[in-house]
């Protein structure tokens, strides 16, 4: 197959993702978010463009996969980056392959996703929806992400979503030190993701790659030593720099204890701590394809 691939976690002894396809409608991606470790191995990444051949190539690779298999769209190159709005690649990509019996993940941080709401409610029940949202400080999230809807946009998805009966996950993610770290502000971004009707949070922290690493420092110059110490005396895990274990569990503790409070399911990606996560709820939210009702009857 030549567009939908088996996911391949470039073999990271820490990822726990559960066997899957995934399906990127585009090279590259316009949001722009200066912590993307896809910029550093596609080229111009930051000038998304839609898959040369697309359909036909998509129509072949359909052919070949195995009944019922689970497709996520999409890990790296978001499947509503915003040339989607005026080609609607994602949204066709997206009946096809539900209206031929697939199940569907998919992972975004625009809100644009709520344009195929009917597509979604009509296999609900093979669907789930992945929302990223960083912080709730609008100002930080315009520099950390300068090219995707504004957070209390996505918050909005997330309660349409999950109030339509489309089971929602929000990737709290990826914390960055000396940036969008503070307990407080994490706690309050969890509150704000279960009142809007979210089943799950998923958290990480930011794993630096020189490219993007570089980004982050120019654009937040007052805590640049800092951010760059605290991947300096961290640790190496499969081509990333990570901060050093201590720092990460408690990090994931903080976003885990506020979400079992709220009453949402919990898990980590690419941490090592498999002990934080809740039984029965996979990292990327394919887990709650099926599952109906509330966080609160979880």
């Not at 359909?62 to 989607?84: C, F, I, M, N, R």
């Not at 885990?256 to 996979?282: K, M, V």
Request: glycine share 6%; with cysteine.
């Amino acid at each position: 197959m030549r567009l939908v691939r088996p996911f391949d976690p470039w073999r990271s002894p820490l990822c726990t993702c559960p066997a899957k396809y995934v399906l990127h409608p585009y090279t590259g991606c316009g949001h722009r978010c200066l912590y993307c470790y896809a910029s550093s191995y596609i080229r111009d990444f930051f000038s998304p463009r839609p898959k040369e051949e697309f359909w036909r190539r998509l129509s072949r690779d359909l052919e070949l996969l195995p009944a019922g298999s689970l497709v996520e769209l999409s890990t790296s190159s978001d499947p509503y980056t915003p040339p989607e709005e005026r080609l609607s690649l994602t949204r066709r990509a997206l009946a096809e392959l539900l209206g031929r019996g697939f199940r569907v993940l998919v992972t975004t941080k625009s809100s644009l996703v709520l344009r195929d709401l009917d597509v979604l409610l009509k296999y609900r029940d093979r669907v789930a929806v992945t929302v990223t949202i960083t912080t709730l400080d609008e100002r930080v999230a315009a520099a950390l992400e300068p090219g995707a809807p504004a957070p209390a946009e996505r918050l909005r998805a997330v309660s349409v979503l999950s109030r339509s009966g489309v089971p929602t996950l929000v990737r709290v993610d990826p914390v960055v030190p000396h940036v969008n770290d503070d307990p407080s502000a994490l706690e309050r971004l969890v509150e704000q993701v279960s009142r809007a009707g979210a089943l799950q949070v998923t958290s990480s922290t930011y794993k630096a790659r020189p490219d993007s690493l570089s980004r982050l420092l120019r654009a937040f110059p007052e805590v640049a030593p800092r951010i760059a110490e605290a991947y300096r005396s961290g640790e190496r895990v499969g081509g990333y720099a990570y901060l050093r274990r201590s720092a990460r569990y408690e990090y994931m503790k903080t976003v885990r204890e506020a979400s079992l409070r709220a009453g949402l399911a919990f898990n980590t990606c690419r941490e090592g701590f498999p002990e934080l996560a809740t039984r029965g709820f996979n990292c990327d939210g394919s887990s709650l394809i099926g599952r109906t009702g509330s966080a609160a009857t979880l």
